[in-house]
């Protein structure tokens, strides 16, 4: 952590003290109250976290304001552009960019532990089949914590390696597993003669009656969208593992808590909900409707893929995937796809409309993914879980810096009290 000598001055009934200032590398300074409620009796109160800094991390940054987005430092577009996504795993993962031997190790390792235990087969036995991939994800990455002990022993840095690797390797084909047991399918064992996205879809849509060739274009934006969707600092989802993990729980049980966290429409959900939202809205001439519904206070809907807590001018992944929904849909041709006129039409109505403009919303990473994955034969069901194993490789780099801190404690925020105060008991003839 950047030190400084600089200090903020609080004064509270006439008393003062001085909090340290900390200068970041990127971002605003940070307050350090760590000692404010030893000396001066008071918590600090931030409900959502809107203007709280939980840890300081060297993984990801984003300036909000300028709608950018670093991981370790390499602009998204860069990488969504030049790299591919275990390259950004690496990146994640250790911090620097691979060298091309060391790139082609980390490929062959993960492609070599894409299998799932066979007897992890049974779990899935036990869901209807009409669950969501969602709550089947919850589930069989949960259970990986009762699979895999000789990786859970966290304060051994082979076996957070493992549990890493393994992590990575596993989530597509859990997800893929998950997808084909909604539509009755059987599963399909990944390859290790193709690439992780290619590995992907045809896990997804390979079936035993005919071969699967998986067309190089799709592969390289399904590519895009797991490393778009990658890492994204402290979010929810994450801030959700580095709490579970704080108290040394099992890193796999501690990956589920992220997904169980993703799963909500106000965050990894957003993209199902936004396409949902799509399809009710139909047509252009009814997007009126829904933006004066948004508008209203006192009616619940949101636009679903519009705003972001922290990005207030564009979300720099939103301005990628746009570029690869008309790629795709040309490559499909359905560029004329009725749900990407809808898309873009609402774009520009709420982008003109004051109060966005005032509120400051605008796309985000969920509005484009959702039409893309549809148009490559997704259900909207499965936009989650692709959510949740692109952002894997965010929560395991995310959980190894905390896990590997020696100052790490144990998260346990306090509150502000509005409760009854002290009362004795009633028995139940006197109430
Ligand atoms: C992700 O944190 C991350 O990094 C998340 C993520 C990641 O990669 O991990 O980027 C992924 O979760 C993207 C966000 C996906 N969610 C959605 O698209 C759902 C729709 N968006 C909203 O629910 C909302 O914008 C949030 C949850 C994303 C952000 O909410 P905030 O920052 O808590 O803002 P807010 O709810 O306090 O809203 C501020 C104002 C409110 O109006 P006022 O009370 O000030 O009058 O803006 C309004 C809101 O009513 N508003 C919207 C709106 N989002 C906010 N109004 C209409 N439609 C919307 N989508």
Redesign the pocket.
């Known amino acids: 952590m950047a030190d400084t000598k600089r200090t903020a001055k609080l004064t509270i009934d006439g008393n003062d003290y001085e909090l340290p200032i900390f200068s970041p590398t990127a971002g605003p300074d940070v307050l350090d109250i760590r000692k404010l409620y030893a000396q001066a009796g008071v918590f600090t109160y931030d409900p959502?976290f809107t203007s709280t800094a939980s840890c300081d991390s060297t993984i990801t940054y984003i300036d909000g304001g300028k709608g950018e987005l670093w991981h370790r430092g390499y602009p998204i577009d860069q990488l969504a552009g030049k790299s591919h996504y275990l390259e950004v795993c690496f990146l994640l993962l250790y911090g620097y960019l691979p060298t091309a031997d060391e790139l082609e190790d980390f490929e062959s390792l993960v492609t070599r532990h894409t299998m799932v235990h066979e007897q992890m087969i049974n779990f899935f036995r036990g869901f209807r089949r009409d669950a969501h991939p969602m709550a089947i994800m919850v589930g069989v990455i949960g259970a990986m914590s009762a699979f895999y002990h000789d990786s859970t022993d966290i304060s051994d840095p082979w076996q957070r390696e493992v549990a890493s690797i393994r992590l990575i390797a596993k989530l597509p084909t859990i997800a893929a597993m998950a997808y084909k047991y909604t539509i009755g399918q059987p599963f399909v064992y990944p390859r290790n003669d193709l690439d992780y996205a290619s590995n992907f879809l045809r896990m997804c849509f390979a079936v035993p009656c005919e071969d699967y060739e998986v067309n190089p274009i799709l592969a390289r934006a399904m590519d895009r969208i797991f490393t778009l969707?990658a890492d994204?600092?402290q979010?929810?989802?994450t801030s959700t593992v580095r709490l579970a993990s704080s108290s040394g729980a099992n890193p796999f049980a501690c990956i589920a808590a992220g997904v169980a966290c993703l799963w909500g429409?106000?965050?990894?959900g957003?993209n199902q909900a936004?396409l949902e939202m799509l399809k009710e809205i139909g047509t252009v001439d009814r997007i009126p409707e829904y933006i004066a519904r948004?508008k209203d206070?006192d009616d619940p809907f949101?636009?679903?893929?519009?705003?972001?807590?922290?990005y207030k001018n564009t979300d720099p992944r939103a301005t990628v995937l746009k570029q690869s929904a008309d790629e795709v849909l040309e490559l499909l041709g359905v560029e004329n796809n009725p749900l990407l006129q809808v898309a873009k039409e609402l774009e520009k109505v709420a982008l003109s409309d004051p109060y966005f403009v005032e509120?400051k919303?605008f796309p985000?990473?969920?509005f484009y993914s959702g039409i893309i994955l549809e148009a490559m034969g997704f259900p909207t069901s499965m936009f989650t879980p692709i959510f949740a194993l692109s952002r894997t490789v965010g929560w395991i780099s995310q959980w190894k810096e905390m896990i590997s801190d020696p100052q790490m404690k144990i998260g346990r925020p306090r509150q502000l009290y509005q409760g009854s105060t002290l009362r004795d008991y009633m028995d139940i003839e006197d109430r």
């Not at 429409?265 to 990894?268: C, F, I, L, M």
């Open positions: 959502g969707h994204h600092e979010n929810a989802s429409p106000a965050h990894g957003a936004c948004a206070k949101r636009l679903m893929g519009f705003g972001h807590r922290v509120k919303l985000n990473v969920d």
